[in-house]
Antibody, heavy 127, light 108 residues
Framework: EVQLLESGGALVQPGGSLRLSCAASGFTFSSYAMSWVRQAPGKGLEWVSAISGTDGSTYYADSVKGRFTISRDNSKNTLYLQMNSLRAEDTAVYYC????????????????????WGRGTLVTVSS | DIQMTQSPSSLSASVGDRVTITCRASQSISIYLNWYQQKPGKAPKLLIYAVSRLQSGVPSRFSGSGSGTDFTLTISSLQPEDFATYYCQQTYSTPPYTFGQGTKLEIK
């Protein structure tokens, strides 16, 4: 079955750290760029970070740059998000999402979208 | 960064109604515009990509249009399962790949 399954969410104190995992199955994980998207309680979607499938290029939203680190282990079909210096405003459900390029090949100018999402894992930052 | 603004933020409608949701980008994003549907407690689901291309399995009552900075999602005849929150997302050029703030579609 094609799926993504997040884990690692917890209650953590401000200033603390947490590592989220996203286990992928049913597709060739290494071939796809992946992202983390979060949703604060009662709020909208916020793209957090992305990592390419091949060369490991990483990208971050300004709100998490310098505090969060995205990584992947293609041998384990797993995506990670290391979150440090956590703040109350980081409280959210964190989703991992798979990037799919229209036509199946990613190149400059092609349209793309998130075609597969996990169920999410809740991170609560509170004292 | 490119900002995405949806309107309205919420909308009440009845089964069978035709509904239109608008998304405006702060700069031209060409065709790099997607629409997602999210129901409470669930992950978002892709409806439309590249402005107007319907994702496989999505009912044909959903359609998208627009170009440049102004885009619309239309549901031609609302069904009970369509009551949800809808988000646009731009995937133009480099990150961040911003979402609109969402439009909550409620039953009248």
């Amino acid at each position: 079955e094609v799926q993504l399954l997040e884990s690692g969410g917890a209650l953590v104190q401000p200033g603390g750290s947490l590592r989220l995992s996203c286990a992928a199955s049913g597709f060739t994980f290494s071939s796809y760029a992946m992202s983390w998207v979060r949703q604060a309680p009662g709020k909208g979607l916020e793209w957090v970070s992305a990592i390419s499938g091949t060369d490991g290029s990483t990208y971050y939203a300004d709100s998490v740059k310098g505090r969060f680190t995205i990584s992947r282990d293609n041998s384990k079909n797993t995506l990670y998000l290391q979150m440090n210096s956590l703040r109350a405003e980081d409280t959210a459900v964190y989703y991992c999402a798979k990037k799919y390029c229209s036509g199946g090949s990613c190149y400059s100018g092609v349209s793309w979208y998130f075609d597969l999402w996990g169920r999410g894992t809740l991170v609560t930052v509170s004292s | 960064d490119i900002q995405m603004t949806q309107s309205p933020s919420s909308l009440s409608a009845s089964v069978g109604d035709r509904v239109t949701i608008t998304c405006r980008a702060s700069q031209s994003i060409s065709i790099y515009l997607n629409w997602y549907q999210q129901k409470p407690g669930k992950a978002p689901k892709l409806l439309i990509y590249a402005v107007s291309r319907l994702q496989s399995g999505v009912p044909s009552r959903f359609s998208g249009s627009g170009s440049g900075t102004d885009f619309t999602l239309t549901i031609s005849s609302l069904q009970p399962e369509d009551f949800a929150t809808y988000y646009c997302q731009q995937t133009y050029s480099t990150p961040p790949y911003t979402f609109g703030q969402g439009t909550k579609l409620e039953i009248k």
